[in-house]
């Protein structure tokens, strides 16, 4: 009887700081029962060894920042059957996204000491931006429990189960105070996408938006409502420029407030 090949898991890295494929290496207690399910055939973050082809489940993460990355992304789409984007580097482009409201090469000039030695592009983007994504999981990091959904969703041939509310929905199942309301600390909660368990709130710190915006975010209201609580227009851009800056509606409010 022929034996069935375990799916092949690959893992690639693009512009990014490693917290995303180390949120997986950080399943300790489910690593194994993963390892065990797929076939690590690329993931060099935890691994010398590789297997070249093609892959069943490509998770990449990082953001496209040099003509380099721009032609190996379109090489890792061929050779995944799905390919499933994690952080905000890969879904927004990151913090180093920022460059997009700037001047590149002013910046390489003031980093490097031979910036002609450098090769970048003027933009860092998503990854969804060069090819086709099956899903884009958010976060900066990602969530383990909704990495461990996506994977485990993707091997058994299902749409993940990864819900798109705010935040703030978080906040009232595990019974936070507003920080907002109670306090008058400005909180972008309402518009961030779910997944870290209202852990900022939790603390009596206002969310800043690490996992990007959620599902249909309505942030010119929430605009207004910072803007009540003092902030100017300088403040609402800066708020929403951190690691999501590049994310379609994180970036339109932030130039809306742009001076
Ligand atoms: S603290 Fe922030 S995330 Fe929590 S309910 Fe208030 S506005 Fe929403
Ligand atoms: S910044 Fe917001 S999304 Fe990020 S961990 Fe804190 S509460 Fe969660």
New binding site residues.
């Given amino acids: 009887m022929a034996r069935t090949r375990k799916p092949r898991l690959a893992v690639w890295k693009f512009a990014s700081c490693d917290g995303c494929q180390l949120s997986l290496l950080d399943c300790e207690d489910e690593l194994l029962t993963v390892a065990g399910a797929v076939d690590i055939a690329y993931f060099m973050e935890a691994t010398r060894g590789k297997v070249s082809g093609r892959y069943d489940l490509s998770l990449v993460e990082g953001s496209v920042t040099t003509p380099h990355d721009a032609e190996r992304i379109q090489d890792v789409r061929k050779r995944s059957r799905r390919l499933v984007t994690i952080g905000a580097c890969a879904t927004a482009g990151g913090i180093q996204s920022l460059r997009n409201f700037a001047d590149v090469a002013e910046y390489a000039s003031i980093v490097y000491a031979r910036p002609d030695y450098i090769q970048t592009l003027a933009t860092s983007t998503a990854i969804a931006d060069h090819v086709r994504v099956d899903f884009e999981l958010r976060g900066c990091p990602i969530a383990k429990h909704q990495l461990l959904e996506v994977v485990g969703a993707f091997l058994a041939g299902r749409r993940p189960v990864v819900p798109p509310h705010?935040?703030?929905?978080?906040?009232?199942l595990r019974g936070?105070?507003?920080?907002?309301?109670?306090h008058g600390?400005p909180?972008?909660?309402?518009v961030?996408h779910a997944g870290c368990g209202?852990l900022?709130?939790a603390y009596d710190r206002?969310?800043y938006g690490c996992f990007g915006p959620m599902e249909t975010p309505n942030a010119v209201s929430l605009s207004g409502r910072l803007g009540e609580l003092g902030m100017d227009g300088r403040d609402l851009t800066r708020v929403y420029r951190t690691f999501n800056a590049n994310a379609p509606d994180f970036r339109a409010e932030g130039e809306r407030h742009a001076p």
């Fill in positions: 705010s935040v703030c929905l978080e906040c009232k936070n105070v507003c920080v907002m309301v109670a600390t909180c972008l909660g309402p961030t209202a900022c709130p206002g969310c």
